[in-house]
């Protein structure tokens, strides 16, 4: 069966810091790849996608950027964080001929 | 017109009732209609999903309604319970390479015991 995981699941940074969080899938070969923000209280904001290894799509422009070294890899990078980069990370998958898509159990993110 | 409109934003029911959400949408091209529960502090899950070939669909105490004339699809959770407590998600997609979904903006449930 398929696991999705994601490190770290919770992290407190300083304005300014760099970031990186990764998601990795098991169980499963060449899946789209998705990170979401979810601000407190509120729905899932698509980041950024991924079909494939190096192929990276950005939905919103923003202090963050997304990468795929591998297969089953995600990651998720900023260079200088903001406060309002705060939030709930979701990494999600899905097989590229199906619809449903899969979540993390994602990584709290305070930047103070 | 890639929006989901969902609504209530929050919903209060006691436990054995049967709380409704709706979600509305423009997009056309949408073809797969699935629902998200989460709990605080954990990712969403999969509850139950519909196309559009069929008017209803059910799985427990889940229901799907859907509307394709009036491009409108609906959560009934039938028999709630204390448990079923958690923040509900619709989402829509038109497939594709990417199976990029939208969603909602999510329903805040409290089923009171």
């Known amino acids: 069966s398929q696991t999705i995981h994601q490190w770290p699941a919770t992290l407190v940074q300083p304005v300014g810091s760099p970031l990186s969080l990764e998601c990795t899938v098991e169980?499963?070969?060449?899946?789209?790849l998705y990170w979401y923000r979810q601000a407190a209280g509120r729905g899932l904001q698509l980041l950024f996608y991924?079909?494939?290894?190096?192929?990276i799509s950005s939905e919103v422009p923003q202090n963050l950027s997304a990468s795929r070294p591998q297969d089953r890899q995600f990651i998720l990078s900023s260079k200088k964080l903001l406060l309002s980069d705060s939030g709930f990370y979701l990494c999600?998958?899905?097989?590229?001929?199906?619809?449903?898509?899969?979540f993390g159990p994602g990584t709290r993110l305070t930047v103070l | 017109q890639q929006q989901v409109k969902q609504s209530p934003q929050s919903l209060i029911v006691q436990k054995g009732g049967i709380p409704i959400i709706n979600c509305a949408y423009e997009?056309?091209?949408?073809?797969?209609f699935p629902w998200y529960q989460q709990f605080p502090g954990k990712g969403p899950a999969l509850l139950i999903a519909?196309?559009?070939?069929?008017s209803e669909k059910k799985e427990g105490r889940f229901t799907i309604s859907f509307n394709k004339s009036a491009k409108q699809f609906s959560l009934h959770i039938m028999d709630s319970q204390p448990g079923d407590s958690a923040t509900y998600f619709c989402?829509?997609?038109?497939?594709?390479?990417?199976?990029?979904?939208?969603f909602g903006t999510g329903t805040l449930l409290a089923v009171q015991p």
């Open positions: 989402a829509a997609s038109s497939g594709g390479a990417t199976n990029k979904l939208i």
């Open positions: 519909i196309r559009p070939d069929v």
């Open positions: 999600a998958w899905a097989l590229g001929a199906t619809d449903t898509q899969y």
């Open positions: 991924s079909v494939g290894i190096g192929q």
């Open positions: 169980g499963t070969s060449n899946p789209n």
């Open positions: 997009n056309t091209a949408f073809d797969y």
